[in-house]
C-alpha cells in the first residue's frame, strides 16, 4: 500500500510493496494556497465556457445545508446494507483442491440468505458433475430419490459460474460436485456474494469517521451515475440528484459533500485539471482528516477485509497491497481527496491513477 501526501511533505509506504510517489507529489505539491473563495472560480472553466461567479457559492450553500439528505446519511452511515447497496459484498465459502475417488462426492454446506449469489471457478483433470441444490432436495438425492436442482453444470477443463444463480429464499444451501466416470482432481473456488446484504459489520468499525467518509464514498460511487448537463450551466441540488438519480461532477461532489457533512465530516472543493491545460475541468470533494492520509489507508485495508468487498478489488485489477490514497495539507490541516467519478473502484478512497490529476484551487474549507 502507499500513501500520497500532495503537500509534499512526506510519502509512507506499508504492505509488501512500496510505490515511487515523488512524480505524484510534484505533480500536485504547490496547491496549498490560501486565497479568498470567490477569486477561486476565475480559473475553473466548464463546457468551454466561464463559470459565473455565483456558482460556487450556491454549490458551498447546497453542500453545507445537508439537512435534506440527513436521513440518507445516518441510513449509510449506521446501516452497512444501506451504504453497501449495489456493491457487491464477497465472502469465501471455499478454496481448494482436492482428489474425488470414482464412488464419492464432495460437497459445500452454506447458510445463504434471500438474494445472496454463489461465483467462482472448478477445475477438474476428468469430468465431473456440478450442482446446487437446497437442503431437502440434498437429502434426496443423498437417498437417490428424484431430486431438484437450481444449477447444473460439467467440466473436464475449467468451468466458470458467475452469480446469475441467487438464492430464492434464506435457507440451507449444498454446493454438490460429483465425478461422471472415474476419479477426478478437483480446484474449486466459491464465493458467496450479497448486493446490499453487509454480514455482521462490526460496530467497532461503522461508529466510525473512517467508515463514514468510506460508506458515502461507497454508496454515491455504485447509486449515483454521470450525466452531462445541458446546453447550460447547473448546479442540482443534493435531493435533485438523488431523485435523478444522476448528475455531472458538480452535481455528484454537491451531494457528495452533502452527506459527508450530514455525517459530522467536515468538507470543501477541490478544482481539478485532469487535461494538463493548467485550468481546472473537473470538481471533487475533500474530506477533512486530521489523522493523515497513512492513517485512514490503514482503516480502509481493515474495512475491506471486514466487508468483504476484497473482490472489487481484484475486478479493478488490484489487491490489498496496491491501495494508495491521494489527500492533501490545507490551512494546515489534513483532507483526503473523495472522488467516485475518478477512484479505481467504488471500495477505495482517494485512489486516484488518472494522470494528469492536479488540484489547482480549493473552495471553502475555511
Known sequence: MSVVDAAGDHSVGSGRRRKAVAAVMLLIGLIMVIVPALDLVEDYTSGGGQVSL?????????????????????????????????????IVMVNRSLVIGADQLYYVRGDLREGECIEGTLTADNPVNFYVMDEGNF?????????????????????????????????????????VEGGSR??????????????????SITSTEEWAI????????????YIRDPNFELVQRPNETLKLGAGDCDDIAVLTSSLLEASGIKTAFALVDTDGDGKADHVSVLA??????????????????????????????????????????????SWLVVDPLFQVSPVT???????PYKIVRVVGGG
Not at 145 to 160: E, N, P, R, T, W
Not at 214 to 222: E, I
Open 54 to 90: 455565483d456558482k460556487f457559492g450556491r454549490m458551498l450553500l447546497e453542500a453545507k445545508d445537508p439537512m435534506g439528505v440527513r436521513k440518507l446519511a445516518i441510513d449509510i452511515v449506521t446501516r452497512p446494507q444501506s451504504s453497501l447497496d449495489g456493491v457487491w459484498v464477497d
Open 139 to 179: 437429502t434426496k438425492y443423498r437417498a437417490g430419490l428424484s431430486f431438484y436442482y437450481y444449477v447444473i453444470g460439467s467440466a473436464k477443463s475449467v468451468l466458470s459460474f458467475s452469480p446469475d444463480w441467487c438464492a430464492p429464499d434464506s435457507g440451507t444451501y449444498y454446493v454438490v460436485v460429483e465425478p
Open 186 to 203: 478437483v480446484s474449486l473456488r466459491l464465493h458467496v456474494q450479497s448486493r446490499g446484504l453487509a454480514r455482521g459489520v462490526p460496530s
Open 214 to 225: 468510506w460508506a458515502v464514498n461507497a454508496w454515491v460511487s455504485t447509486n449515483i451515475n
Open 288 to 333: 477533512l482528516y486530521p489523522d493523515g492520509g497513512k492513517e485512514f489507508l490503514d482503516w480502509e485495508e481493515r474495512i475491506i477485509r471486514e466487508v468483504g468487498v476484497i473482490r472489487q478489488l481484484e475486478k479493478a485489477g488490484k489487491e490489498l497491497d496496491d491501495l494508495s490514497i491521494m489527500w492533501i495539507t490545507y490551512n494546515n490541516q
Open 349 to 355: 478512497v482517494g485512489m486516484i491513477e488518472h494522470t
